[in-house]
């Protein structure tokens, strides 16, 4: 059983993620001209996705996504914010975008410590630390009829799994906890914000046309 230190950061982190996931799910229902219902659906799925796949597979049931009122509440809070507040929220993309990176780094660090005190080994914690982080956003994108982002060349995936990572080896050797959330998260935060800025993408392959 998860000490209640670790309990509480866990809980921290994850509803500091589904808060600003569940931002970007509604801001794309808002601009794909959805309605209230589909502006909180896709709030939810992306804000809850990454966390309930997580807790399903490391056999954390019933999920805390069903388990605790907060991360129910959460996403709502939030789809409500953006359907009221869109145009302004619209106006700061970057902004949201940040907040989109820091979801991202709260969940992998989540995902990845929560899957280590459950008994799994540090590549599989890293592994479903990365899943944590993506899972949501790439629901969101396939319920809004959009190629997912880890699958259209951006740096997404990697600096969930290098966060992920690094949150599981401090954990593994007994390194302060908060420490260690702190500097996974601080990994992934800053390598995608960097990735946002400078432009960095994966390599795709490129189609050969004519001849």
Not at 182 to 191: I, K, P, Q
Request: hydrophobic content about 55%.
């Amino acid at each position: 059983m998860a000490s209640p230190h670790l309990t509480g950061l866990l809980v921290v982190l994850d509803l500091v993620g589904i808060f600003v996931f569940a931002l970007s799910g509604a801001l794309v229902a808002v601009r794909k001209e959805l309605d209230v219902f589909g502006v909180l659906v896709l709030a939810g799925v992306t804000g809850l996705g990454g966390g309930f796949v997580r807790d399903v597979l490391i056999g954390a049931t019933p999920p805390s996504a069903l388990s605790d009122w907060r991360y129910l509440l959460v996403p709502v809070a939030a789809g409500l914010v953006t359907f009221l507040y869109h145009p302004a929220l619209g106006r700061m993309e970057r902004l949201v975008a940040v907040f989109d990176a820091c979801g991202l780094a709260a969940f992998c660090v989540a995902g990845a410590l929560k899957a280590v005190d459950y008994g799994l080994g540090p590549l599989p914690a890293a592994l479903l630390g990365m899943v944590t982080g993506i899972g949501g956003g790439m629901v969101r994108d396939v319920l809004a009829g959009r190629v997912p982002v880890i699958f259209r060349g951006e740096l997404y995936a990697t600096p969930a799994l290098a966060g992920a990572v690094v949150a599981v080896l401090g954990q593994r050797y007994g390194l302060p906890l908060v420490p260690v959330a702190l500097v996974g998260a601080a990994v992934c935060l800053v390598w995608r914000l960097l990735a946002l800025r400078r432009g960095w993408q994966a390599p795709v392959a490129r189609l050969r046309t004519g001849g």
